[in-house]
């Protein structure tokens, strides 16, 4: 027995286990209750849905940002979007192509329809053209080296070019946009050419191209007509 005002009694070494269990108890309890978690934890940016846990990657696009669009990808190429007022569809069997056209526009005689179609505005002031390429190799790549025959100014009329290539996608397939920039021999005027190229079936590549003086207003107009002929056209039909 120990005397009045000394040392307080020992605890057990049960009487401490039973703490011990006390507590882990409590934890499990805030556990089952609160979802606290006891170690780690997720990162405050990561986010947990699609393909959380995989490395971000961020880099500078070689394309600047641009209103044009491409058709939906996927195995097969989903139909075109609604017609905007002012154009109608056009089928080319010849072509292998269906695309859509500014009303108005009137069709350049001279070329063979089973290679291309060639489109006027009313005022002259835009050209529009499509077009199926067999001759120079079945990717957008290899049907580009006609970019030869346009630097020879001597064949294609056209000077002093400068080139921007853009890989990219239309109706699932690979596709190259280039942006050329150059002048008509013996005149000084600058001009915009726009011209997709999209990798077909059996070793086709089609071709969408227009054509402008390079002035602001009709670059912008330019763009636009470019970007709603993308959205319409359909390839192998």
């Known amino acids: 027995m120990s005397s009045p005002g000394g ?12 703490l011990v269990s006390a507590i882990v108890a409590v934890a499990g309890l805030l556990l089952a209750v609160f979802g606290v978690p006891l170690t780690g ?21 070689e394309t600047p940002a641009s209103p044009v669009s491409s058709t939906p990808t996927g195995p097969k190429a989903s139909p075109p979007p609604t017609l905007p007022s002012g154009w109608h569809r056009l089928s080319a069997p ?6 859509a056209v500014p009303d108005g526009w009137t069709q350049v005689a001279g070329y063979d329809s089973n290679l291309q179609s060639n489109w006027r505005s009313p005022d002259k002031a835009h050209d529009m053209s499509v077009k199926r390429d067999t001759l120079h190799g079945s990717t957008p ?9 346009y630097r020879d100014t001597a064949e294609s009329s056209m000077a002093d070019l400068t080139v921007l290539t853009h890989p990219t996608r239309q109706s699932g397939n690979d596709a190259l946009w280039l942006e ?16 997709l190229f999209v990798a077909g079936k059996v070793g086709h590549v089609y071709q969408l191209l227009f054509d402008t003086a390079a002035t602001p207003t009709k670059l912008a107009a330019q763009q636009q007509l470019f970007a709603t002929a993308r959205d319409q056209l359909l390839i192998d039909t």
Not at 7 to 18: F, K, L, M, Q
Not at 41 to 61: I, M
Not at 180 to 195: F, T
């Open 7 to 18: 040392a307080g009694r020992r605890i057990s070494v049960g009487e401490i286990a039973a």
């Open 41 to 61: 934890g997720s990162s405050l940016n990561q986010s947990l849905a699609y393909g959380a846990g995989a490395p971000a990657t961020s880099g500078v696009s």
């Open 94 to 99: 010849g072509l292998s192509v269906t695309f």
């Open 141 to 149: 790549e290899a049907a580009s080296a006609q970019l030869a025959w």
């Open 180 to 195: 050329i920039d150059y002048h008509w021999a013996g005149q000084a005027e600058p001009r915009k050419r726009v011209e």
